[in-house]
């Protein structure tokens, strides 16, 4: 991919995310849309710079054609995603909410979750789509 394609890659990810992610984070914890939408950008704002330079990497250790890549490869790369995303959002919706580790525990659970099973999917579709848009 060229750097032109990563960022709308980029961006398209995290758009779409955004909005599912502060409608849920809205109805699941009753908090306020100004709130929820905050914290989810400042969210958004980290994995965008994560996602970039995630699959950047991802993709040098992986080569090849991304059409191809198996079931299980991205598995690995959605598990390998969400697992920096823990470690670098964890403290953040600590101190964003001011809340107790258990909550964040609970919450964060449902961040990885849902953009385990979005990141796999929005990938895969991602390229199916850049496949025909190329080969058009």
Not at 48 to 67: C, I
């Amino acid at each position: 991919m060229t750097k032109k394609e990563r960022i709308i890659h980029t961006v398209l990810f995290e758009a779409i995310a955004l909005t599912l992610l502060t409608l849920g984070a809205i109805i699941t914890t009753g908090k306020d849309a100004f709130s929820m939408g905050g914290l989810v950008v400042l969210l958004t704002v980290i994995a965008m710079f994560w996602n970039y330079g995630y699959n950047l990497a991802f993709d040098k250790v992986v080569p090849g054609n991304r059409l191809s890549r198996t079931k299980r490869t991205r598995l690995f790369h959605g598990i390998g995603f969400e697992l920096g995303m823990v470690i670098l959002t964890f403290p953040v919706i600590m101190w964003f909410l001011k809340t107790d580790f258990i909550s964040v525990l609970i919450m964060d659970i449902g961040f990885v979750t849902f953009f385990f099973v979005y990141a796999i999917a929005f990938n895969w579709l991602y390229d199916i789509a850049r496949n025909r848009f190329i080969n058009a």
